[in-house]
């Protein structure tokens, strides 16, 4: 279908002649199938800041008429679906679709053009939003907005199908528009068929949204109902940040949970409750996870009720979540949290020793029998941590019991207000997790009255010990000055928002790798919050100084808050007078006042715009001082001193600045993964880190005597650019195992690349460069030779794959490798039709045994894989477990049968569903292939590697010698 005609029928604007787009890498955002960029929309006089959203063909060679046939009615189903949910006028709640311009895909005929949809610019989506300040005070408004879209899709006859706080875009004003139709269709339109252009990644964008009959039904058909528990979703999202199945981190362990009728979440408590959480708005979100589809209410009657609830005062639209939840110490009595332990029985086979007695704790190191290594580390060992992490003096556990001076008033347990407000504060915190944050592990009973709180040992103890270690630079401090506002911007974007209160040198601890963690409880703070009658001695100055209020400056200069005054009376004077704890002068005089440090007017941190923001912190109207997502901005946009940082093994070529991409880089393929660092004991609500991986053709320029050669190129994008270690992971990783490997059906690892043009983001993360097969991935070349294959053919092509499993398996020195991800889309075909392996980003290496289910991880995956079609049953077992199993040369065994079906039969696994129903086959024990698609030349082999019990499946040796034999 040619674009004018398309444009025609849909009576759509052509806005071609009038929007420039960016064509920057860093101005690209890539989502499963398609491209967003910025662009300008020049409207008359005006100019309006727009997004173009283009489809990707993602082809290694020129795309076919069925592939081109299939993208175009996508495209138009989307934007038809589009355009009548603004006919009359456009509705604010659903994103605004101004036109289309004409594109080009890499991959099609070049005579053949494509609409890319215009839209209105929004601010970000709703994940994004959620963690800004503003969001407090709008939840129920963003309810509101969202369920005004979905009720004006729904009476238009249309299934959003795909609804996602991604999916949920926000304005700079907080208006919530539905986007991204990609997935939406009309009431009354037929099922889709499956096809193999499924997608892991675009699975688990949307399985934890997913109800439980597009698992059970036959046909997976998105319908109001599913629309509904999707909004609960969304809903959980908006009051808690919590995600759905928030306590199963495993994506390969959510469809269990979904199909078994578990609810994606109990009722949130603080400190992830907004204040508006109460039981009338609890009770609808509930409703909207009625197993019972027909049983959910629909969007309208969700809004009516919400909009009852604000006219009649039941909750608020503009209530704000408290800073801290009010301690209700005045009622009934409150519990330490469930899940926390007492672990007095397991520390007393521990020695002990006191590291601190201040006024409100005592401070206890636990070490165990023989670590007699002093109490804090005396040197810099960050460069040696590797070596030393499993060393006895990094077991140890700090205890920090409470100490009132003068103790409270006589009072029964019960009516102890210390213990009750001791008991809130651990039981909202005890459920943080965050890397800047020190880890709340447990409980100590053996102290008497006030239990001991068990927390994390931190090797180099508090900043100020830890400063005194290392030579000082003015990158480290801003390291430091990052790291301290990441962990507070955590706590004041929480729903129920959490101050620290108490924030020093003493209260930033630094953990073996020199990263800075806030300590979350103060019993000082919780004290001075009691009513004045419960305290006998302790008086509020005794405990908190007034001087502890620029923790920011004394980093830069090492100078204490009101270095000229020494009486504490004279430090509130000065407090409450407004005069600020260091001025210009102060940093100046720094060497008189006592600091070993040197600065004056040119030091960076002054002329950067630090000290103004420092200065800011001490502003007299609240509203004036920076936010910690203000300071992290600011930090982010100064100059970076480090290069890329990362040595890739000796015999790897650094190819930077010798691979180039003629007319743009050409998506071929991609995939996506959890970074399993979010895999900690508690990290029930964070929203996990994706890694996207995404490939690319490029021209390796090897000099004038020399052919230039076709490359893959292999860049990464993380969903929150600030952390770039689990894309740094996923590479050395990736290029460890392809190190190892040297086999003719395996792609060969050429180089890496540093280039900004090739990594297209600002993670500094080399693009890996491997071997480029010119007849692309067994996706494309089944299909398209199907008719020209001969059986000789195809059993070359398994041959091969199954010579590179067994290569993997049981011939590499270093260990066996498992590739953990065998698909049509992991394996390429070269010029000579050899089929070889690729993308071992979640590859896993074991040390060689006699019993592989007894072999110890050598290399283990950074990433977690999202579920397939093609994965074993075992990985979906077990929802007990939250955490992704690595995978295992029986996973691969089973993944190599669908392989060699889908070589014979050019069908997916499980062809005759969507994806959600093919997981719930696979989970239920059926097979991926019905028996009439099986050959029977090939059906006893198939079959031997598909055993339910893992260990007897067939191992590749024995594949092979049943292949030789056909």
Sequence with gaps: MQYTSMAQSLGLSDLTPYVSTASSGNNVARGGVADVRYGSYKNGFMVQQVAVKSVRLEVYSAANASLIAKVQGKLYRELDIWKTLQAHQPHPNILGLLGIIETSLDGAPGN????????????????????????????????????????????????????????????????????????????????????????????????????????????????????????????????????????????????????????????????????????????????????????????????????VMIQQGTISTTAITPLRPAANIGQERVEWPDKMEDLSESLACYSKEMTSSKSMADVWIYRTHGDLAPTFFQVDERRNFDQVKNEARLRRVVVKVPRLPGGLSTATPEDDQFQQILRIAVKERFDLSHENLVDMIGLNNSYGKYPGIVLEYCPYGDLTHYKRLIVPYEKDNQRYLREISQGLQYLHTLPSTLAHGDLTPD????????????????????????????????LPDASISARHTDTMLQIYTDLPPYPRLKKEHDVVRAVEDGTFPNDMDSIRDIKELGSHLKTGADSPWIADGTLSHIFRCWDSQARA??????????????????????????????????????????????????????YTRRAQGETPDTIKLWWWRGVHLRGFFRRNVEVIVKTAKSDRGEFEDPAQQVYRHEMTLLNQIKHGNVVSVLGFSTDPNHIGSHLKVPALVTEYCSNG????????????????????????????????????????????????????????????????????????????????????????????????????????????PFPTRYTDLWSLGSLIMFVFSCKIPYAQSELPGAIARLMDGEKPYVESDCPSKVKDLVDSLWEEVPYQRSSVAKILEMIDAL
């Design 112 to 307: 053949l053009i494509f609409p890319s949809s215009v839209s209105e610019l929004c601010q970000g989506n709703l994940s994004e939003y959620m963690a800004s300040i503003e969001a407090r005070s709008r939840r129920v408004q963003l309810l509101v907005d969202t369920l005004e879209g979905l009720s004006h899709m729904h009476k238009l006859g249309v299934v959003h199908g795909d609804l996602k706080a991604p999916n949920v875009l926000v304005t700079g004003e907080g208006t919530a528009k539905l986007c991204d139709f990609g997935h939406s269709r009309f009431i009354n339109t037929g099922p889709s068929q499956a096809n193999t252009t499924d997608s892991s990644a675009t699975f688990q964008a949307t399985t934890r949204y997913m109800s439980p009959e597009l698992f059970t039904e036959p046909a997976a058909r998105p319908s109001y109902p599913s629309d509904i528990w999707a909004f609960g979703c969304v809903a959980l999202e908006i009051l808690s940040k919590l995600r759905p199945y928030h306590v199963i981190f495993s994506e390969h362990r959510v469809p269990a949970a979904i199909i078994q009728g578990r609810a994606p979440s109990t009722r949130p408590e603080p400190p992830y409750a907004a204040g508006c959480l109460n039981d009338s708005l609890w009770a609808v979100v509930k409703s909207c996870w009625n197993i019972d589809h027909r049983s959910r209410p629909t969007a309208a009657i969700l809004l009516d009720r919400i909009k």
């Design 507 to 538: 209260n930033i601890l630094v953990d073996g790798q020199g990263t800075l963690k806030l300590s979350i409880i103060s019993f000082a703070r919780l004290a001075v919050s009691l009513p004045a009658n419960t305290q006998v001695a302790a």
């Design 625 to 678: 001082r920076p936010t910690a997502n203000e300071i992290l901005k600011h930090l982010n946009g100064l100059p970076d001193e480090d290069a890329a940082r990362w040595s890739p093994p000796s015999n790897v070529l650094d190819l930077t600045g010798a691979i180039q991409a003629p007319g743009g880089r050409s998506i071929l393929g991609w995939s996506a993964g959890t970074w399993r660092r979010m």
């Design 777 to 884: 991935r067994l996706r494309e070349y089944c299909p398209a030779n199907q008719e020209a294959m001969s059986e000789v053919n195809r059993i070359n092509l398994i041959r091969g794959i199954a010579k590179a499993l067994k290569y993997i398996h049981n011939d590499i020195p270093e260990g066996s490798i498992v590739h953990g991800s065998l698909s049509m889309d992991s394996v390429v075909v070269d010029a000579d039709g050899v089929p070889k392996l690729t993308n071992f980003e979640f590859g896993c290496q074991y040390q060689h045994t006699d019993n592989p289910l007894r072999a110890l991880v050598l290399h283990a995956p950074p990433l977690a894989s999202h579920p397939t079609r093609w994965d074993a049953p075992e990985l979906f077992q077990d929802v007990s477990d939250s955490r992704a």
